[in-house]
């Protein structure tokens, strides 16, 4: 194994000007932590895109390797529940934002950060689902500890062709729900429809300043979206439905009124997956295994190599991409 590798750094100037380079780094310039991986595989999530293209401020420490998400196998370990050989999988935590994080060859992590790589998936697997995918499945989680069945309802996804929006599809349909699929970009109603979707909606349906309470459509949903989409969402929601929210493609306002919730009995169910407990992320992983259909995974995914991470985290935000992307890190380190 080579002493350096590359890694893509994110810096910043005095005058707070952000630069993106791939350089070279040695095991000596990673963060504290007591577990070492070899990153095999990893993604570009909406997030990413935020990180590299510094729409939002996502980092929090410079200079700063972003990167989410990450699968890999343990190179050395000093925490109790891994040793060197054990598959991994690290999503969200302070990865990005003030811990280095997936865009280089190896990553030095806090054990506790980590799940066991799920049986059943390998490491392209795990980063074709990535960060948008476990959140995915953590929407679904929540809506069915809401109640909310395949019999009491159709379930709208919007962000349908973006990444937490297709594997949320693929969940549903299998599970046996009734998809709803809310997109802008209707040329893409084969591959929705091959992915479980039963309806295809414009999302200018939804994305527009609405009326406080509307007709009853659906009985969840999952949004990416947030803004006057997700105010929407909840207004078309039926009595006692439940309306998981993770996302914020549209925006981060949320112009609602609480007509819905106190007229009809609607619930709004916050999702976040970067701070989830253990146990829940392990439950999410052993989910997906289970409930995702890997034929289905495959037609979602495109796949990249290292050099092409930035261009991709640029097109991710322009909404150029369809799905998930994974990078294979092998042999790029
Ligand atoms: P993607 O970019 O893959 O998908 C986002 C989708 O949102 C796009 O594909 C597009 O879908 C839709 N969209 C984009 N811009 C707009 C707009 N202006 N108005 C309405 N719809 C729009 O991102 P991800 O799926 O990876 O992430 C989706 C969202 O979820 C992001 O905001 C992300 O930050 C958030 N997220 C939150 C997490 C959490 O822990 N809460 C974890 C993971 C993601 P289409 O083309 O079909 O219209």
């Not at 865009?103 to 980590?114: E, I, K, P, S």
């Not at 916050?270 to 829940?280: F, Q, R």
């Not at 190599?305 to 990078?327: E, H, N, Q």
Request: glycine fraction near 12%; charge should be negative; charged fraction near 25%.
């Amino acid at each position: 194994m080579s002493n350096t590798f590359k890694a893509i750094l994110i810096s910043r100037d005095e005058d707070k000007k952000q630069s993106v380079d791939v350089v070279e780094m040695s095991d000596d310039d990673l963060m504290e932590g007591d577990v070492t991986v070899a990153i095999e595989a990893t993604t570009v999530n909406y997030k990413d895109g935020l990180a590299i293209t510094g729409k939002s401020p996502i980092i929090q420490r410079w200079p700063m390797v972003p990167g989410i998400d990450l699968a890999g196998t343990v190179i050395t370990s000093n925490h109790n529940d891994y040793d060197a050989g054990d598959k991994v999988i690290l999503n969200g935590w302070g990865l990005s934002q003030t811990h280095y994080g997936a865009y280089a060859a190896r990553a030095r992590v806090n054990g506790d950060w980590l799940v066991p790589m799920p049986e059943g998936l390998s490491a392209r697997d795990t980063m074709a689902i990535g960060t948008a995918g476990y959140t995915a499945m953590l929407c679904v989680m929540a809506l069915e500890r809401h109640g909310i069945v395949p019999e009491r309802g159709p379930v709208l996804v919007t962000g349908a062709a973006g990444g937490v929006g297709s594997v949320a599809i693929s969940l549903l349909s299998k599970l046996g729900y009734d998809v709803i699929a809310s997109t802008g970009r209707v040329a893409e109603e084969k591959f929705l429809k091959n992915l479980g979707a039963a309806e295809i909606i414009d999302r200018n349906e939804l994305s527009e300043p609405g009326r406080p309470m509307g007709r009853e459509r659906w009985a969840g949903a999952v949004d990416a979206v947030g803004s006057h989409t997700l105010a929407n969402v909840l207004a078309q929601t039926k009595y006692g439905g439940a309306v998981a929210a993770c996302g914020l493609a549209q925006g981060i306002d949320l112009p609602a009124t609480v007509i819905p919730f106190i007229l009809r009995g609607v619930s709004l169910l916050g999702i976040d997956s970067v701070h989830a407990p253990k146990s829940l992320r392990v439950e999410a992983w052993a989910r997906l295994a289970k409930d995702l259909d890997l034929d289905k995974l495959a037609s979602l995914t495109t796949d990249i190599g290292f050099d092409d991470i930035i261009d991709t985290a640029c097109d991710i935000i322009d909404g150029k991409i369809r799905g998930r992307v994974v990078v294979d890190m092998v042999g790029d380190g």
